[in-house]
C-alpha cells in the first residue's frame, strides 16, 4: 500500500506559534504514515520536517536551488530541483493534500496552483483568510484530520 503524500506549505521565517503549529502537523503527519512533502527550507517548512522525524516519519524537500545541502537538516530526501519558486507546482502536484500554515507570497502561489489543479488545501491560520474561500480548520490535530481524508478519497 502506497503512502500518502502531504505537503506542508508556509512562509520561509515564521513566528514560533507558527512553527509550533506545523510541528505539531509534522508529528501527527508521521504518526499516521503520510510522508511530509514542502520546500525544504526553514520557518514552516523546517518546523513540519522537525515534527515529522520526532514522529518517525519521513521527509522530502523539493528545494528551490540546485544544492541539495540547502535542505534544512530534518529532510530525509532532499531534491534539487534548480528551478527557483517553479517549484511550488511540483510541491502541489504531488501532494494528495496540502496544509497551509502562515505564508507569504510564495504560499499564496501554492495555494492558488492547488485550487487550480484541484489539489484539496486546508488553511491552519494561514494569512489569507480576508482574500481567499478556503477550508478552514483550528488546530493541527484538525488540518491532519482533513488533510487525511481528502488524500484517502483521492486514493480511491
Given amino acids: 500500500m502506497r503512502r500518502v503524500l502531504v505537503a506542508v506549505v508556509g512562509g520561509s521565517w515564521c513566528t514560533s506559534e507558527e ?42 524537500g523539493l528545494l528551490p536551488g540546485v544544492d541539495a545541502e540547502e535542505a534544512n537538516p530534518h529532510i530525509d530526501v532532499p531534491i534539487a530541483t534548480g528551478m527557483g519558486e517553479m517549484r511550488n507546482a511540483l510541491i502541489v502536484r504531488a501532494a494528495h493534500a496540502v496544509i497551509a500554515i502562515g505564508g507569504g507570497w510564495g ?40 488533510a487525511m481524508e481528502q488524500a484517502r478519497q483521492r486514493e480511491v
Fill in 107 to 146: 504560499t499564496l502561489s501554492e495555494i492558488a496552483l492547488a485550487q487550480r489543479i484541484n489539489t484539496p488545501v486546508v488553511g491552519l491560520h494561514d494569512a489569507f483568510v480576508s482574500t481567499l474561500d478556503l477550508p478552514r480548520v483550528a488546530t493541527p490535530q484538525a488540518a491532519v484530520e482533513w
Fill in 19 to 60: 512553527a509550533e503549529w506545523a510541528g505539531t502537523v509534522g508529528r501527527l503527519l508521521a504518526e499516521r504514515g503520510a510522508v511530509l512533502l514542502c520546500g525544504g527550507l526553514g520557518g514552516v517548512m523546517e518546523a513540519a520536517a522537525r515534527g515529522a522525524k520526532e514522529g518517525g516519519g519521513l521527509t522530502v
